[in-house]
C-alpha cells in the first residue's frame, strides 16, 4: 500500500510538473497572441494612414491634372491670338547693327512698296529672327 501512494505522490508530482510547464507555455503564447495582436492593431492604422494619404495625393494629381489642361488651354488660345497679329517677313538679309527703329523704318517702307501705309501704331513690336 505504501508502495502505491508512493507511486501515486511520484506519478501526481510528474503530472503537476507537466501542466505547470504546459500553463507557462500556454501564458507566453498568449502573451505572444496579445504582442500580435498590437502590431497588427498598430499596422493597420499604418496602413489607413497610407490609403488616406494616397486618396490626398490623387486628388491633388488630379486637381493638378486640370490646372495643367487650363493652362495648357491658355497658352495655346496666346500663341493663336500671337500669331493673328504677326507678319513674317523673310529673306531679307540682316544689317551688322540693327535695331527696332530700323526695323520700324523697314517695316513702313515695306509697306510703301505695296502700297499699304503702316503708322508707328500699328506695329507692337519688331524684331529680327536669329539665324
Known sequence: MQELRRMFNDFN?????KIET????INEIKQQNVEIRESISFLSAKYDDVLKELE?????????????????QKI????????STMAEIKNI????????????????????II???ILDTDIKDVFSAKG
Open 56 to 72: 490626398h495625393i490623387k486628388e491633388e494629381n488630379s486637381l493638378k491634372t486640370c490646372l495643367i489642361n487650363s493652362l495648357e
Open 22 to 25: 504546459l500553463i507557462t507555455s
Open 115 to 117: 502700297n499699304m501705309k
Open 76 to 83: 495655346e488660345l496666346l500663341e493663336r491670338n500671337a500669331r
Open 13 to 17: 508530482k510528474q503530472q503537476n510538473q
Open 93 to 112: 538679309p540682316r544689317a551688322q547693327y540693327e535695331n527696332k527703329n530700323e526695323l520700324i523704318s523697314l517695316v513702313k517702307n515695306l509697306g510703301e
